[in-house]
């Protein structure tokens, strides 16, 4: 993996205006993705992973809207891109696959035509070169015979060719970074591991760097290097995957390995699912979003955010447990302030 920067994403705030008011789905979120990684976004439903990247992707529906914040994509600031502007970046440069590609593909189009619509929109080149791309993105992605199937209708496709469909489309132009958001999640676990490994080969193959959203920590294990863990619109901890499996350090985080089945164990263990449910991110908590649910909560969680605390050059963890005067406890390590 190169260590050069493709994405730095700082201090990324982005709410919904309801009329209810203002939901802080994303607070405060700063990240890197470097050149040929994959990079995990892990959390459970609405703690803000989705909402993080259509942001950088200037794809948030309405009332969603940006407040503070900057994306550096190669060093450019999209956040201050047009719309005109981004849709020359959109499916060229960054593009997204959908968790649901029925939804995503046309039902009154076929594959072919919908592929070489982005195809051409793109790249200046003529309808029969167009058709030759798109038939070779879908023999890349491993659709038999695509000089039939690039005729078909969505419907005539089963959920993990639909999938292999949208990932062909989402590579046609080549980009540099593709977001994939709970890709797999509807699909059976024989499908979803042949599009993890589809994901594989095209992230060794093509070089393209790859951020997958997933509340699946098994997918993570399998594809990702390093891992970003999210809970109330905020990065709870972050660091390799050796690291966050191994030796997590955050409560968070621990809570989420201690409810998915470990592989590895001979014997069977029980599974404890976090107890209540997340914070209302209309109201956020002033303290820790995670100490109403965390064993380990103090007073001071209540009151006050946690610091980032750098644990080592690639794992870093917001938890006041790793404060050095914090009650010691065998689960944590103290780390530095960030």
Do not use: W
Not at 78 to 87: A, I, P
């Amino acid at each position: 993996m190169s260590q050069e920067k493709l994405l730095e994403v700082r201090n990324l705030k982005t709410s919904f205006f309801t009329h209810l008011g203002e939901v802080q789905s994303v607070r405060d979120v700063s990240f890197d993705l470097y050149k040929g990684e994959v990079l995990g976004v892990v959390g459970e439903s609405g703690s803000g992973k989705s909402v993080t990247c259509s942001s950088v992707m200037h794809l948030l529906s309405e009332p969603g809207k940006i407040k503070e914040g900057t994306v550096l994509f190669k060093g450019d600031d999209l956040v201050k891109k047009s719309e005109k502007e981004m849709r020359r970046i959109q499916g060229n440069e960054i593009s997204m696959i959908f968790q649901d590609p029925m939804s995503a593909l046309n039902p009154v189009y076929t594959i072919g035509n919908q592929m070489m619509e982005v195809i051409r929109t793109h790249k200046k080149i003529n309808h029969k070169e167009a058709e030759k791309l798109a038939i070779e993105m879908l023999r890349l992605v491993g659709i038999p015979s695509p000089e039939e199937r690039i005729h078909n209708y969505p419907h005539e496709f089963s959920g993990g060719m639909r999938q292999r469909a949208m990932i062909a489309m989402a590579l046609s132009c080549d980009p540099e970074l593709l977001i994939a958001d709970e890709p797999t999640t509807a699909l059976d676990v024989t499908i979803q591991a042949q599009i993890l490994d589809l994901m594989k080969d095209i992230r060794e193959r093509l070089n393209t760097s790859i951020i997958f959203i997933t509340h699946d920590l098994g997918v993570i294990a399998q594809l990702c290097t390093r891992v970003i863990v999210m809970y109330g619109g905020m990065i709870m901890e972050e660091g390799t995957v050796e690291e966050l499996f191994h030796s997590p350090q955050n409560p968070y985080t621990m809570g989420l390995l201690n409810s998915v089945p470990n592989p590895d164990s001979v014997t069977k263990e029980r599974l404890e699912p976090i107890p209540g449910s997340p914070p209302d991110l209309l109201h956020p908590p002033k303290g820790c979003p995670f100490c109403k649910r965390c064993p380990y909560a103090m007073n001071k969680c209540l009151e006050e955010l946690p610091a980032v605390y750098t644990l080592s050059p690639t794992q870093k963890s917001r938890c006041h447990m790793l404060h050095p005067e914090a009650p010691a406890h065998p689960a944590f390590q103290k780390g530095g302030k960030n």
